[in-house]
């Protein structure tokens, strides 16, 4: 009976919940709540994001460090606004293995975390979009 029980609390509502990428109180404060320039930040970085992801790709096919850099900061800038964390550590430990010209195999594998991760957080900011809708 105690087994079945667990296991209805494990499979029971909100068992396959993923964790919350997203907080946008930092976002929303900064710009007064004016749901206008949260919806517009918002689309922003829904263009943006994967511009940004394939430039870091082609950078790291070239070698290029200072651009993987570049790229990676400029997509920190935005998902720190977006309060996703997970996703700006990653981005920051990139932009400092460029900057030190680090091993890029470990760049493309924090790379496809980003990827990963951004498909997520893709799916949840088009929910959080909806309350910022004019």
Do not use: W
Request: charged share 25%; net charge negative.
């Amino acid at each position: 009976m105690f087994i079945i029980a667990m296991q209805n609390i494990a499979n029971g509502p909100g068992a396959d919940m993923k964790k919350k990428l997203l907080n946008l109180d930092f976002l929303v404060r900064s710009l007064d709540g004016d749901k206008a320039m949260i919806s517009e930040t918002i689309d922003v970085f829904i263009e943006q994001m994967p511009e940004d992801l394939a430039c870091i790709k082609d950078a790291i096919g070239k070698a290029d460090y200072p651009a993987i850099k570049g790229f990676a900061h400029r997509m920190k800038s935005t998902v720190t606004l977006l309060g996703a964390k997970d996703v700006e550590a990653i981005l920051d430990e990139i932009e400092t293995t460029a900057m030190q010209e680090g091993d890029m195999q470990q760049i493309m594998a924090m790379h496809n975390q980003v990827i990963a991760l951004c498909v997520d957080v893709m799916q949840e900011i088009a929910t959080e979009k909806l309350a910022y809708a004019n």
